[in-house]
């Protein structure tokens, strides 16, 4: 027993003096004249091993290491390095101070080759000094240029994955919309542009990465840019009436960054984000799940859904038509003394958007039965909205941080619809419909999180208090005159009144524990209590001749129905980190209960009660600084929203009527993410793949039916020919996405030159007359960039980019389809004499496979000429036309589950412009 004690003594006295062995060195890094911090700086400590670290955005860095002698080594890109030499045998906290290697001067010329990027851990950083603009450029110009990234319809995409938040200097900068900062931003300011997954700040102070990231954009400005005003003034005028007017200043002073931006135009040009649609949708009541709910599906499923409400009558971006737009926003960050760190932003958009569309739609309803659908639209809609973001950041102390974040929103819209359609079997035509519609829509959603963290003395021990809240409020008012004509004989007139009034509510605490377990390892525990509850009257009155007014109600059109959940997760996970390799698991339990009341026409009551385990699992391999693969897996919930369970008819369009479902069950999501990046310095090549896949149980999806004949719903009486849409938990939804980037320099012409390959199948079920069609969307898609790199005054990109779409379906399999566009995109600037700039932009859109007259070449080109003068070519007048070719055409195909749709609709043709623009830099010691 004796020999026993003393053995065991000994273990643990080894234990002991194992774990001494383990050293937090921690530091922070200087610009060495302006005494700023400098984020993203790579950290290399040599001594019986290496480790690498980066520091963060506040310019720190921490990394445990056995003790022993050291050589510490800083890089970052345009700076000198640094070594250092110190004995680590206690917890260290050291400060370094790097020197630029550029001289200050009105004008430097940088001889030698610029590396294109460089991987620092789980960030790429593009130099954006390696790339040569035109001196007009702006950040959106640079960034088009950066292998494996692109810009879609103003939404701008990295290795395939969306980018949904842009900082500048690690700040926000606009609240979450990418598109301003880079249409807002010069080029010639910018040093780097980051691209990473950011954490949470929960993550951020804990350490412990658990796999909740948005997909963020970080621009490095260079240092002269921290103390400097400048910006642009436009005006323009043109044929047709057309103006553009605006222009942006900036103030940076330190840590306060204040910008103001304005635009006034008519010629489509649109600045704002998807977070200025109301969430009066459902969206506000949905209680956030582990793994998180995408963001793309939920907005899907709820533009689709049945209940009067559609997501983008909300949308004040990228709307398609004529846009008259008027748009104000203004910025601030700044750093309140040495511990408080606040930043928001204010927008304000009026929007008045003309659309003419017209519609070809074939279903799939069986072997040997085809039904065929026309529509036109001719709408005008006026949206105005505000918007308020605001961060304060509060470091108390070392120990303790709190992060609060509002944000609100308000917004009014109103819409004029004309609307006519065809709906035939084969040849014989079903029904048609011509309508007037009116609507105006008002609400407003606030939001709001409080984080508070502490961190113990010892080292991995965390606790971490987040309390947030969402309450959204709508109302909306519409009317609706319709004449329908069924099998050319019926008519049936509808001239009635809708009234909308939503409110949701959303209440969660998030209480997070860590502590150091195990060698190298870390525990999370953590507890989220959430309350949502929403409700919906949605009421519906019949116009009275006698007495010209809405007030016959009708019952079988509405209803009063509300719901509730109650959600509580408990999580375990446990993360563990040695060298190149970092692995982290666990699972949360979730208990959750849906409580659906439908308060009329009759009372019905439904709940349901859903205890789910929720695993989630990372894998992160770093063979090198500059190699790096992630992998993932996650589940996730979706709980139906109130507008899919809202049991009531929606006719707003009476050829195509939608209803909820009040038995929807919580879906089921399985993710798999992978992702690998490459960069070898050496040869400035980049390569970087991207893979996803989900499974989902329980998919909340449509169920539709064609009826034959005159039908009685909820004492709403049908006619024959109608297509009746309601939503169904369905098995058997699955997605896969793929994406690959390789990018080098062809050196001959000074250029740049990036590939990339991407595929993406989509499996989707529907019930069509109680027959389950399975769609099958396939999309291979491939392309390349060419971009200049010989100098300031021959800027070029040219670009090609081919998508092969396949559709099968299970159901009437004789009308799978396949289709091909391709698009071309080349841009042109050229400067002679340093003050003529010519500018030309080519793109050739081409459609292959759609329905008879939607198969077009679309052909828009657009130049301008310009003089520059006065003192740095500060001034300028333009001469610009758009569409010289006049061929400018908006075509987009959608292939569903159940049908397959193209949409044209008409958009902006020719016109040309005079500009004149003044633009004005005061930057000290720009470098």
């Not at 459902?282 to 899907?300: C, D, F, L």
């Not at 519609?359 to 005008?380: D, M």
């Not at 917004?411 to 004029?416: A, E, F």
């Amino acid at each position: 027993m004796k020999t026993f004690s003393l053995i065991l003594l000994a273990f643990l006295l080894g234990l002991n003096s194992f774990a001494q062995k383990t050293i937090q060195l921690s530091g922070v890094v200087f610009d060495t004249i302006t005494k700023e911090t400098l984020p993203g700086t790579i950290v290399r400590i040599e001594g019986a091993k290496k480790f690498y670290t980066s520091t963060d955005v506040a310019g720190e860095f921490s990394v445990n290491i056995p003790e022993g002698h050291y050589l510490i080594t800083l890089y970052l890109m345009g700076y000198d390095s640094c070594k250092t030499k110190i004995d680590l045998f206690s917890n260290r906290k050291l400060i370094f101070n790097l020197k630029d290697k550029a001289k200050k001067l009105k004008e430097v010329s940088v001889i030698g080759e610029q590396n294109l990027a460089k991987q620092n851990g789980d960030t790429t950083e593009h130099n954006a000094l390696a790339y040569k603009l035109n001196s007009d450029a702006t950040a959106e110009d640079l960034v088009k240029k950066l292998p494996g990234t692109t810009i879609e319809n103003g939404t701008v995409k990295s290795n395939g994955e969306e980018v949904k938040k842009v900082t500048v200097d690690g700040k926000d900068f606009f609240g979450d919309d990418v598109s301003i900062t880079l249409k807002n931003l010069p080029a010639d300011i910018i040093s780097s542009v980051q691209i990473y997954d950011k954490s949470s700040d929960q993550a951020n102070f804990t350490g412990f990465k658990d796999g909740n990231t948005t997909k963020t954009m970080n621009i490095k400005t260079k240092n002269g840019i921290k103390n400097s005003v400048f910006g642009k003034a436009y005006g323009s005028y043109g044929t047709s009436d057309r103006y553009n007017l605006g222009g942006n200043i900036n103030y940076f002073s330190g840590n306060r960054r204040i910008s103001l931006i304005t635009n006034f135009n008519n010629i489509n040009q649109q600045n704002f984000s998807i977070q200025d649609i109301l969430g009066t949708m459902g969206m506000g009541n949905m209680p956030k799940m582990p793994g998180g709910m995408n963001p793309q599906m939920m907005q899907g499923m709820m533009g689709s859904a049945p209940g009067g409400l559609d997501l983008s009558d909300y949308f004040t971006t990228q709307q398609s038509g004529i846009n008259t737009v008027n748009a104000t926003g203004l910025n601030y960050s700044d750093a309140w003394g040495k511990k408080i760190n606040v930043s928001g932003s204010y927008f304000y958009n009026d929007n008045k958007n003309k659309t003419e569309s017209n519609i070809q739609r074939q279903y799939f309803l069986g072997e040997g039965e085809n039904q065929y659908y026309k529509e036109k639209t001719i709408s005008e809609s006026k949206s105005e909205n505000h918007r308020v973001n605001f961060k304060l950041q509060y470091n108390i102390d070392s120990a303790n941080t709190l992060i609060i974040t509002p944000r609100i929103t308000f917004q009014s819209t109103t819409t004029n619809k004309i609307f006519a359609s065809e709906t035939k079997r084969d040849s014989s035509i079903l029904n048609t419909n011509n309508s007037i519609t009116q609507s105006n829509k008002t609400g407003y959603m606030f939001s709001g999180t409080a984080l508070y963290n502490h961190k113990f003395a010892k080292s991995g021990r965390t606790i971490s208090l987040n309390l947030a809240t969402d309450q959204n409020q709508s109302q909306s008012s519409t009317t609706l005159n319709s004449d329908l004509t069924y099998f050319g004989d019926s008519i049936f007139k509808q001239n009635q009144l809708n009234e909308i009034k939503s409110n949701g509510k959303n209440y969660s605490a998030n209480i997070t524990y860590t502590e150091k377990a195990f060698k190298n390892g870390q525990l999370l525990l953590s507890y989220n209590p959430s309350y949502s509850l929403s409700d919906n009257n949605n009421l519906n009155y019949t116009y009275n001749d006698q007495e010209s007014d809405y007030n016959q109600f009708n019952s079988s059109l509405s209803n009063k129905y509300s719901n509730n959940t109650i959600n509580q997760k408990l999580g375990v996970l446990y993360a563990w980190n040695k060298g190149k390799i970092n692995f982290n698991a666990g699972s949360y339990a979730q208990d959750l209960k849906l409580n659906g009341n439908q308060k009329y026409p009759s009372d019905l009551k439904s709940s349901y009660s859903f205890k789910t385990l929720l695993p989630t699992a990372s894998f992160t391999y770093k063979s090198s600084f500059f190699k790096v693969l992630r992998l993932n897996y996650r589940t996730s919930t979706n709980i139906p929203g109130i507008s899919q369970m809202q049991n009531v008819i929606d006719n707003s369009n009476p050829t195509s009527l939608s209803t909820g479902n009040p038995y929807l069950k919580q879906q089921y999501d399985h993710n798999i993410t992978l992702r690998y990046n490459n960069i070898n310095l050496a040869t400035s090549r980049t390569f970087f793949v991207f893979a996803s896949a989900k499974l989902s149980q329980n998919y909340i999806g449509n169920k539709t039916y064609i009826l034959f004949q005159d039908t009685t719903i909820n004492n709403y009486f049908i006619n024959r020919g109608t297509q009746l849409t309601t939503t169904q938990n369905l098995n058997g939804y699955s997605t896969f996405r793929s994406f690959m980037a390789y990018g080098f320099k062809v050196r001959p012409i000074k250029s740049n030159l990036n590939f990339n390959f991407g595929g993406n199948y989509t499996r989707t079920p529907v019930s069509i007359n109680n027959k389950t069609n399975l769609s099958e969307a396939s999309t291979i898609t491939g392309g390349l960039n060419l971009s200049s790199n010989i100098s300031e005054k021959i800027d070029f990109t040219i670009g090609y980019t081919g998508n092969y779409n396949i559709s099968v379906n299970s159901i009437q399999s004789n009308q799978n389809n396949n289709y091909y566009y391709d698009n071309i995109d080349a841009k042109l600037n050229l400067t002679f004499f340093k003050h003529l700039v010519f500018t030309s932009e080519f793109q050739r859109t081409s459609y292959y496979g759609l329905a008879a007259g939607y198969n077009q070449k679309v052909n828009l080109l657009s130049s301008s000429i310009a003089y520059k003068f006065l003192k740095n070519n500060s001034a300028e007048i333009k001469l610009s036309a758009f569409d010289l070719l006049n061929n400018n055409n908006s075509i987009t195909r959608t292939i569903s589950s159940n049908y397959i749709e193209d949409n044209q609709t008409k958009v902006l043709t020719q016109y040309f412009m005079l500009y004149f623009t003044y633009t004005f830099k005061h930057i000290k010691a720009i470098l």
